[in-house]
């Protein structure tokens, strides 16, 4: 069995950061691709950005949605079992619950139903 905990959420005014952290446990992260997601009330979970497997020692190729290009980077530290999201630029429609979520597969999907397992989620509040 994996398990995903993510932490580093908390509420910060608009143009501000924060890195989320992810730590993967249970068995060993090689092969995953990671995903993030996020979902804000009444609404449906988004990807956000992943990170392929590319080997233990390539961070792997990105992937962003175009709401966070350039303001989000998502990365990994196999050797250690942990992902990351710095986001930056933060805007109060970044307000969600983020999760981060591993797949068997080497290749970043952006559909939620390819994770096989996912984290508790950490809120993220934007202010303006």
């Known amino acids: 069995q994996v398990q995903l905990v993510e932490s580093g959420g908390g509420s910060v005014q608009a143009g501000g950061s924060l890195r989320l952290s992810c730590a993967v446990s249970?068995?060993?992260?090689?092969?995953?691709?990671m995903g993030w997601f996020r979902q804000a009330p009444g609404k449906e979970r988004e990807f956000v950005a992943g990170?392929?497997?590319?080997?233990?020692?390539?961070?792997?190729?990105?992937y962003y949605a175009d709401s966070v290009k350039g303001r989000f980077t998502t990365s990994r530290d196999n050797a250690k079992n942990m992902g990351y999201l710095q986001m930056n630029s933060l805007k109060p429609e970044d307000t969600a619950a983020y999760y981060c979520?591993?797949?068997?597969?080497?290749?970043?999907?952006?559909?939620?139903?390819?994770?096989?397992?996912w984290g508790q989620g950490t809120q993220v509040t934007v202010s303006s």
């Open positions: 979520a591993v797949s068997k597969s080497t290749m970043v999907a952006t559909d939620r139903l390819v994770y096989d397992y």
């Open positions: 249970g068995r060993t992260f090689r092969n995953y691709a």
């Open positions: 990170i392929n497997w590319s080997g233990v020692n390539w961070s792997g190729s990105t």
